[in-house]
């Protein structure tokens, strides 16, 4: 496996995407499991399959494009759109929260963001929980810590971290429609259904004053590269913990269907969170 790996980080885009999408339809046909709930999730969010059948395509080029994002230093071609937001963010000094769901190539956000501001910013902190296979954990961790990247633990220090970057004026990366482990969420409504969502995201707005940008990077088709986009919130991020969970859920949905045909519609959105305690469940000053 960690040759395989290593061989298709050598592979040009094109073929990567080309494979990824072969991939990502035999899942979906083989996989009953993955397909039902691929179905489930798009008809919750109103749409018809043949309104985002892409996506089952776009999730195997998910998998494909990761040797590559995570092995090679020099960047794929993508194009930023609309960077104001986040100099308008930067000027006010307060550090930046970015945040992406699970669309289009969002491996490449934070890197591309790093690329663009972190020498004169800072670094983007992330969090980073290490895969459980040696080869595996060994390969995250190189591509994690990449330049202008900083990952940090799932842990009360790496929040801690996360907290003085943003005090700095830094930036930090959340996936904040990701489960969370129990006791690190709310139940909060996504696409009109009660999901369990992290708090960690809204606690760091809450506690630093930072700014909000969202970014989605999707990508052109025949492996031209990916085009990056940057919004911030509509209104600012509430007081209430639980009025401020279901603010970012809403811009997720609003994100997501900007592009659904490169959302991870497959992703165990509606899952019960697994039982885990952990010191990240609480961001401590």
């Not at 092995?71 to 937001?85: G, H, N, Q, S, T």
Request: hydrophobic residues 45%.
């Amino acid at each position: 496996m960690p040759s395989l790996f290593h061989l298709f980080s050598l592979l040009p885009l094109w073929l990567l995407h080309g494979v990824g999408a072969a991939l990502g339809w035999l899942v979906f046909l083989v996989s009953g499991t993955y397909r039902r709930r691929f179905l489930q999730n798009v008809h919750q969010a109103g749409y018809r399959f043949a309104d985002v059948r892409a996506a089952v395509g776009h999730a195997g080029r998910m998998v494909a494009e990761l040797p590559r994002m995570w092995l090679r230093f020099e960047p794929p071609a993508c194009e930023m759109v609309r960077p104001d937001p986040v100099e308008q963010a930067w000027a006010r000094g307060r550090g930046i929260v970015f945040l992406t769901p699970h669309l289009g190539c969002f491996e490449l956000s934070v890197q591309a963001a790093a690329r663009r501001w972190s020498a004169e910013r800072g670094p983007i902190t992330i969090l980073y929980r290490p895969a459980r296979q040696a080869w595996l954990a060994q390969v995250m961790e190189t591509a994690r810590n990449r330049p202008g990247v900083q990952a940090v633990p799932t842990a009360l220090s790496g929040v801690r971290q996360m907290i003085k970057a943003l005090r700095r004026g830094e930036a930090v990366g959340l996936l904040p429609d990701q489960v969370p482990p129990d006791g690190q969420g709310l139940w909060s409504p996504f696409f009109g259904r009660d999901a369990y969502t992290m708090t960690l995201a809204a606690r760091l707005v809450q506690q630093t004053g930072a700014s909000v940008i969202i970014a989605r990077c999707e990508r052109k088709s025949w492996g031209r590269g990916y085009t990056l986009y940057f919004e911030e919130l509509p209104l600012p991020l509430s007081d209430s913990l639980e009025t401020a969970v279901l603010q970012l859920n809403q811009a997720m949905e609003q994100t997501i269907r900007q592009c659904p045909s490169q959302y991870l519609w497959g992703y165990a959105r509606y899952k019960k969170p697994r039982a885990e305690q952990s010191a990240a469940a609480q961001v401590a000053p």
